[in-house]
């Protein structure tokens, strides 16, 4: 099939170019496209697809597998997400595994209680979640007062994790149980449990690590 465009309504089954829907829509498993562009409220029972564009609110309530995410609003996936790149800005909220053969960056909360495995995440906000898997990560908070003003303190709470794993890891206000990594930097009130490190492990005054293991050398910050 060619390209569809939807307003309040269902997209049937089919093979599609793009599909662009608008209001409040929905799709059953059967949908295959190259390019979706969800604006307003998407409900979808699974996606299987090239990339896709979120401004608004898109669910899937199965497994996601997908090329390209890119938008700003929510995504909420209700089993596996697989991508080969993810650009979003505001919720991410998935059940299952993230599997990102690329890179991520998030603006606004990431949350999951699987496991996430990608090739770097610039995450800008906050993380929930269980087990990372990265070899860059770059961690800040956001410090917005129009988070505060608008009730979306999650944007801006501190990070937490059970366990980052990877190589090149630079945190910002996290509580972690465990890191392990080649280098790993600590700063504005980051407390690990337990750290493994292999080069260097540095840290600011405010921030800590109950237990490091590894050869790493140990290098304290100036705070600024």
Do not use: W
């Amino acid at each position: 099939m060619g390209n569809i465009t939807m307003v309040d309504g269902h997209v049937p089954d089919g093979s599609y170019q793009n599909v662009t829907t608008n209001g409040s829509c929905s799709c059953d498993a059967g949908m295959r496209f190259d390019g979706l562009r969800a604006r307003g409220s998407f409900d979808a029972m699974r996606l299987d697809g090239g990339n896709v564009h979120c401004e608004g609110r898109l669910t899937c309530r199965g497994d996601m597998h997908v090329n390209r995410i890119s938008g700003h609003g929510e995504l909420h996936v209700g089993g596996d997400l697989r991508c080969s790149a993810l650009d979003f800005t505001g919720k991410i909220i998935v059940q299952g595994d993230v599997m990102c053969s690329g890179g991520m960056t998030v603006r606004g909360l990431l949350r999951n209680r699987s496991c996430i495995v990608t090739r770097y995440l610039d995450m800008q906000g906050t993380l929930d979640a269980d087990e990372l898997r990265t070899e860059r990560l770059r961690m800040t908070p956001l410090s917005s007062a129009m988070f505060g003003r608008s009730g979306m303190t999650e944007f801006t709470r501190t990070s937490n994790a059970e366990r980052i794993i990877g190589g090149d890891l630079r945190v910002s206000r996290l509580i972690c149980t465990l890191m392990q990594g080649v280098f790993i930097r600590l700063t504005d009130e980051s407390h690990v449990e337990r750290a493994s490190c292999i080069t260097k492990l540095a840290m600011d005054s405010t921030s800590s690590v109950l237990l490091v293991s590894g050869a790493a050398k140990r290098v304290y910050l100036r705070n600024t």
